[in-house]
């Protein structure tokens, strides 16, 4: 039975066949032609057992490995290297199939090569997962033939391998390494002059040519009968909260990937990168209820808590209770901390029922509201309207584009820190306005 399984008719025996059964057809009006049809059959069916022998008799000639690792990246490319052995004393003509995992729905995946006796290939492809959890990959199928091509031999290995599918680490590492290099320019991240003074008190000391008159600490001038200043040091530990809003309006899909995962990749690189920046990063999702919560901490080996927190969360299909977000923060957050809510309105009466929620949560701290621009809108805006339904389409669009504008200037009038931004575009604009606050000491 595993023989039988194992056992597939090459394509060209068929032609083979094709052409001994025209011959066979034709002897009826040539009958010189039974002959050659009768031998060419002989010689097919040799030739096959030929092949049989050529492919069946070493038990184990080709091995195959599916290299794993133990987290896929989400939303980004990621490589499945595999690496092949011929140990036939022959040339061996390869077909790999490999069955991918069912969130995938790629069907049609192939890799033809050719490998010299003794012969090792590697190769990988790329996958791109769109959706957080576990990917079970299925059979790493090897279909061999020699180069009579009369039959191919399958292999299979490694069945029902698993593989994690983690928050953007590809994305997180980007930034990371650009936040090291002081090279985030690069990719569109505004290099900003400090012109704040967010800092805190370190020591007096005696004044030298060049300090700040404003830092003269005149009773420790008077009692040391020469001019003492106050030397103060930047505040690095503030703490930063990414609030993720898991309510039904970060259901909506661009690109293949919820809003819900755009504004998770941005709190992980966000976080990594705030880290770097020496302050403490904290995390909070919500929709009904309080999902999760990460007091601000500043330690390197939390970020891998904050990844496993952000792999859990998911998308519910509730309204949200901004009420409920505003108890937790007075309960939970007691200092000043800068909060990055990543949220979406539709309209600008859903932000206004919001409104008194969120002018009482910046109150207390340095509130940016993150907004997400519906760039399939913004394709409407741009075609060109040739009929009255394009008009009216192109209208209604252009209505729902202005009203998210309308919603950051709401926002700013009541003191309230925005960003609007395209989904692609989020974790760049996010770090932006976190560059940005620090540099002007606004925290």
Known sequence: MKFIKSLYIHQQLYIYLAVASVCFLLSYWLPALFSFATILSIIIIVVLFIDLLLLYQPKNAINGRRILPDKFSNSDNNPVPITIANKYNFKAYIDVIDELPIQFQKRDFAYKTILNPSQNHDFDYMVRPVDRGEYYFGHLNIFVSSPLKIIKRKYKFQNEQMVMVYPSIIQMQKYDFLAISNALTQVGLKKIRRIGNTSEF??????????????????????????????????????????????????????????????????????????????????????????????????????????????????????????????????????????????????????????????????????????????????????????????????????????????????????????????????????????????????
């Not at 009773?219 to 200043?229: D, E, N, S, W």
């Not at 690095?236 to 609030?243: G, H």
């Not at 907004?371 to 394009?390: G, K, M, P, R, V």
């Open 202 to 443: 370190e020591q007096i000391k005696e004044y030298v040519q060049g300090d700040d008159f404003r830092t003269v600490n005149w009773k420790a001038t008077a009692k040391r009968a020469q001019l003492m200043v106050n030397q103060y040091q930047d505040e690095k530990s503030q703490p930063i909260y990414s609030i993720v809003d898991t309510g039904r309006v970060m259901k909506m899909p661009f690109n293949g990937l919820k809003l819900l995962d755009y504004a998770i990749n941005s709190a992980l690189a966000f976080s990594n990168v705030a880290l770097k920046k020496h302050d403490k990063v904290g995390l909070l999702s919500f929709s009904k209820k309080i999902e999760s919560f990460l007091p601000a901490i500043h330690k390197l080996t939390y970020l891998n808590r904050i990844l496993e927190t952000l792999y859990n969360i998911d998308t519910q299909f509730n309204d949200s209770d901004f009420g409920l977000l505003y108890a937790q923060l007075k309960r939970k957050v007691t200092h000043r901390s800068l909060l990055l809510l990543y949220t979406n309105f539709e309209h600008l009466s859903a932000l206004k029922r919001q409104m008194p929620y969120l002018q009482a949560i910046s109150k207390k701290h340095m509130l940016v509201v993150v907004l997400f621009e519906n760039i399939e809108l913004e394709t409407i805006i741009e075609e060109n309207a040739e009929d009255l339904q394009s008009i009216y389409h192109k209208t209604i669009a252009e209505k729902f584009a202005f009203e998210k504008r309308l919603m950051v200037k709401e926002l700013q009038k009541h003191g309230i820190q925005a960003i609007l931004t395209p989904p692609e575009k989020l974790t760049i604009n996010t770090i932006n306005k976190y560059l940005e606050i620090k540099a002007r000491g606004m925290l």
